[in-house]
């Protein structure tokens, strides 16, 4: 009693009626998933109102605005499902804190991509091609020379990928036909291998462009990859390695060297750990941006260098190194309270607080302040530590952001583990960027794995600017005025 029967279940009608006040007309919208198709909206038209301009085009179907996606879902995916009130985060199903305990952020990337746990000769194969595309062409020495010595390691990053794309005729349907990818859905091998190995060679040189990123600014020779090393080893190494001489031996004791270089391996697992933590997240805003670059179906290099750029802005994958900047801002405990008072104000944002998807607790971050722990332990506490403490504590019991359900995201502590390994505070988004890129090709390669073909993402908008007006001469016009109205003026430097 009070079950419902699976045959029950079925026979119930899973649709939502509306009805156009407008025309007085009911529609029955189909319920598939718990969503309703924007599309059918389209259907249910009413000639043009008194209050309607003719831009509204009532006559053309209704429209659904949703201003930042709060409610769209823009593609099926299984690939990875978040449970923003409970706090769950799973890749293919398992959770992230079992993953973060027991696989590696490799093993990860085969199952984000793959959809399937690995057997172990199925890693050791992906692990191998990965790190095996490691090697970046010696060209690009020169075109990392090309930067100036400030550069943000973001700005290279992106361009690296772009230009990354330059070297892979192949991989581009431009040159090859838009079908290269799109002809996976029907299981072509041929473009099934071409697909893959684009995707070693994404993951496997995102750690080489990103230490040459690092390295170029210190004036330092970049590091060819090496071998025997794990991913976040191989990262650690290409990033600190000193010396031709200073070279990587799995024996110590049969190495001509005199002090091989290796990452300590609590670091090299943190990072690992960081990375699986990193390495998707659904439709955030930069896999969106893949995606919807990935839509008019560019080469996949060019869609990555998109997910950067959008990655980079402090909402999202800049936000750890605001947390850093907000901190040095506030200086100690002492001025937690009156940093607070300028956030209820608006004056100020407390960054690595808030999450778009999680209204309790960001899973992640649970995870992250124990890892904290585990490398201060080897580095020693970050001096900004208790300002940090301070601020968690004091924001957590305050009704401004317990009523808003803010609550410490991964950022907030990323940061303080990345500085106390000794990245510089720009280099954090690169942090970000180098495991998301496993997201973002796994997302790239479903839409692309699509029985349904790829639809270009063509979004609409509600046009609220003038109606059609004619054209004034100069003589006849009156001058719009006034700041934001009219260009600035300014400054310029000798
Ligand atoms: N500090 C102060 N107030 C905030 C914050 C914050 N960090 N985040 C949200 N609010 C307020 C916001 O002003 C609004 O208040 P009201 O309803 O009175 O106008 C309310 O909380 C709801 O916020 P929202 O702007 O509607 O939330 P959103 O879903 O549009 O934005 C967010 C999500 C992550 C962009 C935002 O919380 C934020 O800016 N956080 C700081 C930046 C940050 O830490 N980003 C990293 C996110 S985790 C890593 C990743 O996945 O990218």
């Keep these: ?58 006559e053309r179907g209704l429209r659904v605005a949703d201003r930042g996606f709060l409610n769209t879902a823009v593609i099926e995916s299984a690939i990875t499902y978040i449970d923003g009130e409970r706090g769950i985060l799973r890749y293919r199903g398992y959770p992230i804190e079992q993953l973060a305990e027991k ?18 000769s199925q890693l050791s194969h992906f692990e191998r091609e990965v ?68 995707i070693y060679r994404l993951i496997g040189k995102a750690i080489t462009l990103a230490a040459m990123a690092y390295r170029v600014r210190q004036g330092r020779e970049f590091v060819v990859p090496p071998t025997g090393m794990s991913y976040a080893e191989s990262f650690l190494y290409q990033l600190d390695h000193l010396s031709p001489t200073d070279s ?48 008019s179906l ?19 994958g800049g936000a750890n190194e605001a947390v850093i900047r907000m901190l040095v801002s506030i200086g100690s405990p002492n001025n937690v309270p009156t940093f607070l008072a300028a956030v209820k104000r608006r004056e100020k944002v407390l960054s690595g607080f808030g999450h778009r998807v999680y209204k309790t607790s960001d899973p992640r971050s649970f995870i992250i302040r124990k890892i904290a722990d585990e490398v201060f332990a080897v580095t020693g506490p970050d001096p900004l530590l208790d300002t940090a403490m301070a601020l968690h504590d004091a924001a957590l019991k305050d009704d401004y952001f317990v009523s808003r359900k803010l609550a410490p995201n991964v950022d907030f502590w990323s940061g303080l583990i990345y500085r106390a390994m000794g990245f510089p505070m720009d ?66 430097s000798g």
């Design 1 to 58: 009693m009070g079950q419902e029967t699976p045959k029950a279940k079925h026979a119930r009608n899973d649709s939502l009626v509306v009805i156009d006040n407008r025309t007085g007309k009911q529609y029955s919208v189909p319920i598939t998933h718990n969503s309703v198709p924007a599309t059918f909206f389209k259907f249910i038209r009413a000639p043009a109102g008194p209050d309607d301009r003719p831009e509204d085009e009532a």
């Design 103 to 120: 696989s590696t952020f490799l093993e990860c990337a085969y199952l984000l991509i793959y959809g399937a746990l690995p057997a172990r």
């Design 131 to 198: 790190l095996l595309h490691g090697i970046m062409h010696a060209d690009a020495t020169k075109f990392f020379g090309s930067f100036r010595y400030d550069a943000h390691p973001m700005a290279m990053l992106t361009s690296a990928f772009a230009y990354l794309g330059s070297y892979y005729g192949e991989a581009n349907p431009s040159l090859q036909g838009q079908t290269l990818f799109t002809k996976c859905a029907k299981g072509d091998p041929e473009a099934l291998q071409n697909m893959d190995k684009q």
């Design 248 to 295: 990587f031996s799995a024996s110590s004791s049969a190495s001509p060297s005199p002090s091989p270089y290796k990452p300590h391996p609590v670091l090299a697992r943190a990072l690992d750990i960081l990375f699986i933590l990193h390495a998707d997240h659904e439709m955030n805003a930069s896999s969106t941006t893949v995606l919807q670059t990935g839509s």
């Design 298 to 316: 560019p080469d996949p290099y060019s869609a990555v260098a998109a997910g950067c750029a959008s990655l980079y802005g402090p909402l999202h």
């Design 427 to 492: 280099f954090f988004p690169v942090l970000f960027v180098v495991p998301r890129i496993v997201g973002w090709v796994a997302h790239w390669r479903q839409m692309m794995l699509s029985p349904e073909g790829v639809k270009i993402w063509r979004p609409r908008q509600i046009y609220v600017g003038p109606s059609e007006r004619s054209y004034v001469p100069f003589d006849e016009r009156e001058a719009v005025q006034g700041p934001g109205k009219e260009p600035s003026i300014v400054i310029h």
